[in-house]
């Protein structure tokens, strides 16, 4: 094989998005064919699973092979693109009756609630019966195949590749109409008597001879970007139009005149006429046994790993570790931010995962947090014997301290010293150790670590929760080893006093599992919840109460939200230079933006209280609606430090090779990370769930608020998320300032 | 109903491929110059301040046979005096060309495709205009999600009561 020859078909790259939507795709109609197939093996045989992972194929082939690199030299190149999105994928992807496995293939809740209501939908099943009209076929597939071909359309898709994006859709979507009629995918019926087939066909075909001609015997190149492009393999761009054409006429029409033959072969056949289908029967019910959901703690690695007594203190030691690294690397390495290991582990790479490890599962920075040692070292020593002051009961400290904490980080220039980074990681073992030596319990985790006040408030939005798996066995329970502690097997309870059979959300929750491994019951999972779902929620929690009667709950969810906003404006140019360096100038403003988040909320509470006249004080809407802005906070607050993972995240590889042979560092590592144009689109990605999230917790409580007026409530604080949002798009579309950090 | 269903399915498809994207860029310049013929492209259309990709596809003159064991350097002579040169690779999407992604500026540009084989040398050059950041054209597909995702929603809301009421009246 020529060198040429084995470059283009090398020339494969998968387009990330596309790949990701075919493989879900092709996962959700592989988990309901096998229902499916388990219930009517007749009517799901193997050979329409294979026919839609066929499809899927196709459309991927199109889109990742040589085809699409060379379909702007060749236009041969791309009219086998087009054919394999036109004649191949969509007979393909019907052939595999999609719509039931897809359905079922879902998840049932999704297709019950979410999905069902359009599906039954009067307006909608008109429009899918028009839509799928052997008419519409016909009509799409001519539109769509003379339109792009127009000289001027098709000049466009070659010049813009979102014009290209949208012509490889209409074809493919277009084609699929007029393959319907044909394949009419079980379970619809045929519109129009079977003997139509064939000439429906050759109708297909009748246009599609008709362009390929013009394109055979066209006597100039139609599409001037072929004229003008450089020839490959040596054909002139009149051959390689003649060549296009011809593939377009001989194969383009055998994908017509094959099936019109094979229809019109069964017609004439002699035999018993055709059957008409049955209608199709109801699908019988599958009898469904009772079965524990999902628990990681019983996933068969993972779950083992962390229910066993060295989990957590394997977690923690390689934590420790890290700590020591940034200290020794802090105080010996240089002083450089940009080139020290201490401010690349910090700043870029643990920020953005423990916030990471917050959206896709929960705490698990409290979980591997080595700031725990020195406590265990306190009571080994028999410290820590007092209560904590009842008065300070409270994240009124916490809420001040975390405040602080983004202050002192603007204020300090944080992220580019590496002496200070270092000294705030031995700061926090020394306080933990005071703190903890002198009170009992984890007074320091529940009252002032402001990296834990962040990670229960993040946790409100966590998918996972520490819950007890079956409430009825705890009813029965006298114990109590879940606070208490199991005697029999030395295991302390929770140090948080969370009880589990009260304990609602994950707030102050450690995830330690001390109290999964003190149930005697064996009754304590880490389960799947509804991200979110404890902020419209409001029973009386265990060692927390209710959100309506904790005014500090609320500051901390002001004090993060604020902070979110404001550090990541801290970062672009209209407030980066009055920011940074300057303790005033940054008290300022992150107060600003504290007073300021503090009146939209306060404004929106009394607006859509007025409005909606609910019968809750102002007090209780006010704290309740500021907690639902926590996942808007979150996301923003992921959505910045992504950003400074995917630009400067790379670097941690010169860094290392500097901090462990002693290289010059000079520039970023590989480029494994999506690039800043990549990283904006997750960064939205990001915010918009967010606001998703936040907008679905207020609407919620806006239900329980007030039954009646719940739009009226909910308008109001709707509208301060919305400002926030594309307050926080805004800024992510900034150019932003990489302080201190190697790009 | 069913058909709507089977609509549905035709609808995800429909949005995978909405995400398919085209390659290969505009072509800026193609010369024949000594022994070569130099193709030089830009990516993406129109070109936009921030990461772009400049490639070139190298052929012999006198067969036309792509030429893959060049050296080829690109030269980048931007607003301002803005100068950078970069070592262009095998292009990661189309094998027969090389390659670089480089940071633009707004403004005019000129590159420069220097191509190196044993002793026969050549050098193509192509201006092109990098317009200014594309950013709400980048944002706005994400942006749009949220509206999207609540108009869904009530209309969801909507459907459902209408159903309840329809049922109990």
Redesign the interface.
Known sequence: M???AA??L??W?A?P??TA??AA?ALVYLRGWRKLSRLRSGRFPTWRLAAFLG??AS?WI??AS?L??????LLTAHMAQHLM?MVV?PPL?LLGS???P??RGLPRTFVR???G?????PA??R???A??HPWTGLLAMAAAMWGWHVPAAYEL?????TW???E??TF??AS??FW?PVVH?W??RPRWPEWSVPLYLLAGDLQNTILAAILVFSEKVIYP?YA???????LTALEDQAFAGALMWVPGSLAFLVPAAAATWRLLSPGPPPKREPA?APLPIPVRTRTAGFDLLRSPVVGAFLRSRLGRRAMQGVMFGLAALVVVEGFTGPPAGAANLATAIVWTWGRAIAVIALLVAGNLFCMACPFTFPRALGRKLGLGQRAFPAALRSKWLAAGLIGVFFWAYEAFDLWDRPVATAGIVVAYFAAAFLVDAVFRGASFCKYLCPIGQFQFAGSLVSPLEVKVRQPEVCAGCTTHDCLRGNAITAQRGCELELFLPTKSGSLDCTFCLDCAKACPHDNVGLLPVRPAAELHRDPPRSSIGRFARRPDLAAVALVLLAGAFAGAAAMVSPFAASVSSSGLRAAAFFAAALAAAAVLAAAASAAGRAWARAPASFAEVFRRQTLTLLPLALAMWAAHFLFHLATAGPSIVPILRRAFSGAVVSGAGAGAFP???AI??IE??VL?FG??LT??AAWKLAGELSRERAPRLFAPVAAVA?VL?LAG?WVL?QPMAMRGMLH | MRRTLALSAALLVWAAARTAFADGGRLRASEDVGAFRVAIFTAPEPVFAGRADVSVLVQDRASGEAVLDADVTLELLGPGGAQSVVTAGRHARNRLFYGAQVELAPGAWIAAARVRRGASEAVVRASFEVRDSRRAAVAWPYLSIPPCAVVLYAANRGLRNRERKRRSG
Not at chain 1, 68 to 73: K, Q
């Open positions: 020529s060198s040429t470059a283009v090398a020339s790259q387009p998005v596309l939507l075919l795709a499809g899927l459309v199109a889109a040589p699409d690199a060379f379909s702007s030299l999105l994928a992807l999609p719509y039931l897809i359905l609630e979410g999905l209501p359009f599906l039954a939908w909608a099943k429009f899918g019966r839509l799928t898709a070659l010049r813009s590749s290209h994006e949208i490889h859709a493919l979507l699929t109409l319907w995918p379970p619809s970007t003008s492009a450089p020839r490959l393999f040596g199709p690039g800043p144009a904006s689109g939205l990605l918009d606001l998703l907008l679905h919305s949002w798009a579309l």
